[in-house]
């Protein structure tokens, strides 16, 4: 059991014991509270922590006792000290819990976390509000093309899963299912321009743009042409500028897999850059050489 406290842009959390409430009596003492406070600091013994609070040495022993047996201190080892052995004591926990109602039944724990905020409006308060579009595998567009990523989509519905305390209906679409009135809703978009076509008509409206077999960045002027590389972009829905896209897309297979990967390995990192539109170019690396990209860089 932990319990979490979101605080500005962070997540602090805890391990949490719980108790019963009858375990508390041992804390309800002003200098009990004190010598547990003592103990979250570092481990120590009864001498010790008498001399720091300034107390009577019998007062600490009878107030540890009584946190033993409550279960809320533990014995941790034993040393010789000026001729006499002492007991060292630890907190079980660094907190403590006491419940007064049965659990319920839950589809999922909510999820807090400051980098879901860049799941916005995608995901909004733990449901999915998005049509997710994937390129038909079948031949399909200008260049009869086949697309390859569908599959690295059940990673990014893994990923999203996370955030999420369930799903409602259908969400996922093929490129060639997409009607018009389906354009205007927000939109998370796997694979590229001949692969998906939705990708294809967004294409030179974005900051980063597939030209043949290269991706070029309207906002560095850079070329990339390598085939693990990728790109995400989220930004105004141009069929609805009430709405969002997110676009997750290789110049091949290889790049979209690397984004998907930057996704579930580098959340964070990648979603820390504070940008309208956001736009990040992502290169996949083999770092064990066997052909197969398993980690990341940003290049944009």
Do not use: W
Not at 250 to 269: D, P, V
Not at 279 to 294: H, K, N, Q, T, Y
């Amino acid at each position: 059991m932990h319990i979490v406290q979101k605080k500005e842009n962070e997540l602090f959390s805890l391990p949490c014991k719980e108790l019963p409430p009858s375990s508390f009596k041992a804390l309800a003492s002003p200098l009990a509270q004190r010598l547990v406070r003592k103990l979250a600091e570092k481990p120590s013994y009864a001498k010790r922590i008498a001399e720091e609070l300034d107390v009577h040495e019998q007062k600490i022993y009878y107030h540890m006792r009584m946190l033993e047996q409550a279960r809320i201190i533990s014995p941790l080892k034993t040393e010789a000290r000026q001729g006499a052995i002492a007991q060292y004591y630890e907190l079980a926990q660094p907190s403590f819990a006491v419940r007064f109602k049965d659990f319920e039944a839950t589809q999922k724990i909510a999820t807090y976390s400051n980098e879901s905020e860049f799941l916005e409006p995608f995901i909004h308060n733990g449901e999915l509000k998005a049509l997710v579009v994937v390129g038909s595998p079948d031949p399909h567009g200008p260049e009869k093309a086949r697309a390859r990523d569908g599959y690295y989509g059940i990673d990014l519905a893994l990923f999203l899963g996370t955030f999420l305390h369930g799903v409602r209906g259908l969400n996922v679409r093929l490129d060639t299912e997409i009607h018009d009135e389906d354009l205007k809703n927000n939109l998370i978009i796997l694979g590229g321009p001949i692969v998906n076509n939705v990708a294809r008509k967004i294409n030179k409206k974005l900051p980063l743009q597939f030209k043949g077999k290269v991706i070029v960045s309207t906002l560095t002027k850079k070329e990339y042409y390598t085939d693990e590389t990728g790109i995400i972009i989220k930004m105004a829905n141009p069929f609805d500028k009430t709405k969002k896209i997110l676009l997750i897309a290789g110049r091949r297979h290889a790049g979209t897999r690397a984004c998907i990967l930057a996704f579930t390995k580098h959340f964070k990192e990648i979603t820390d850059k504070k940008q309208v539109p956001f736009a990040r170019v992502i290169e996949g690396i083999d770092l064990d050489s066997d052909g197969i990209v398993d980690d990341v860089e940003i290049r944009e």
